[in-house]
């Protein structure tokens, strides 16, 4: 398998649930990403992970964990999530250049009720 | 601060038409990395051209050209003859090398080409 994969691609989770979304890159990259994408919302860049060392967490609340075991795997465990989550969950992979884009994965539509 | 503005939240083009999308950004880095992606209906985000800042020429790939005026801080991008899987959102990216692995977007724009 090639590029980036999510799964699931889609999840309705209630509030009370615990769930964790899957990313994995065969790319070789060493930087992986979350985004969230709300409807009518900019790209908001949730975590960043470099060598499996997280670099960047943006404020999130505690009930998004992400953890990155290695530099092919990236994970985003959910836990008591509100409405307001719902939302394109994107995983995206990158060297570590400025000339290097992000690849991105096909994203994960989370649905919390 | 780096910040990405996309002026444009809804463009409309007549297919086979030329079309250009408006980027405009700011950043303190002395070097950095322009990209554009495009998202369509179904989610994915797919890279199409990048402009490096000390890059001389201005980038192409087929379809896709970036207009880069470095003293405007514009990196607009062109799409020549428009077809109808064009329609999507755009989004224009910056990532410079003082900001680590940051990825800066903006906030798209949403092209529709008419038939």
């Known amino acids: 398998e090639t590029g980036v994969t999510q799964t699931p691609r889609h999840l309705v989770m209630g509030m009370t649930n615990k769930k964790s979304l899957k990313c994995e890159q065969h790319?070789?990259?060493?930087?992986m990403y979350w985004y969230k994408q709300s409807a009518k919302k900019p790209l908001e860049l949730m975590f960043v992970y470099n060598f499996k060392e997280q670099t960047e967490n943006n404020s999130v609340p505690s009930r998004f964990s992400p953890e990155c075991p290695n530099s092919s795997h990236l994970f985003l465990h959910l836990h008591t999530l509100q409405p307001e989550d719902s939302a394109l969950y994107l995983c995206a992979s990158s060297q570590v250049t400025d000339r290097d884009e992000q690849y991105f994965g096909p994203g994960t539509r989370l649905t919390v009720t | 601060a780096q910040k990405i503005t996309q002026t444009q939240p809804g463009m409309f083009v007549q297919e086979k038409e030329a079309v250009t999308l408006d980027c405009t950004y700011d950043?303190?880095?002395?070097?950095?990395?322009l990209f554009w992606y495009k998202q369509p209906s179904s989610g994915e985000m797919i890279f199409l051209i990048y402009?490096?800042?000390?890059?001389?020429q201005n980038a192409t790939e087929g379809r896709y050209s970036l207009n880069f005026q470095k003293a405007r801080k514009s990196a607009n991008l062109v799409i020549s003859a428009s077809q109808l899987g064009d329609s999507a959102m755009y989004f224009c990216?910056?990532?410079?090398?003082?900001?680590?692995?940051?990825?800066?977007f903006g906030t798209g724009t949403s092209l529709t080409v008419i038939p």
């Open positions: 990216a910056m990532r410079g090398t003082n900001t680590g692995n940051q990825f800066y």
């Open positions: 950043t303190s880095d002395p070097s950095y990395g």
């Open positions: 790319l070789g990259h060493n930087a």
């Open positions: 402009q490096g800042s000390y890059d001389q």
